[in-house]
């Protein structure tokens, strides 16, 4: 007869299962964080050709303006020879307005 001691058999059988879970939610946890990272670089690129295609869009909206003329402007102000002011880049939808005169320096 052998005397063997073991341990009852359901409780290995509960120790496997039990790890087997814990090693499967530990790769479900590893696998989402891997998609969170995905995600985050999915947006930035996102982000990126979001800008890209509305400066497209403002610079041909900019394009499609009519151009100042030297009757456009107000009095006491010139274009330059070209007919277009540096600040016609980023004021183009604001009125000019002279500068307010402080006196003598």
Known sequence: MNHYKTQPRGSSCSRLRE???Q??????LSHAANLRKEIGALLDLWME???????????????????P????APAGESLPKNGHAVSDNFF?????TPPANRGPA
């Open 69 to 72: 003329t030297l009757e456009d």
């Open 19 to 21: 790890n087997s879970l």
């Open 49 to 67: 050709e979001n800008s890209a295609a509305m400066l497209a869009r403002w610079l041909m909206e900019q394009r499609e303006r009519p151009q």
């Open 23 to 28: 090693s499967y939610e530990l790769s479900r």
């Open 92 to 96: 183009a939808d604001r009125a000019v």
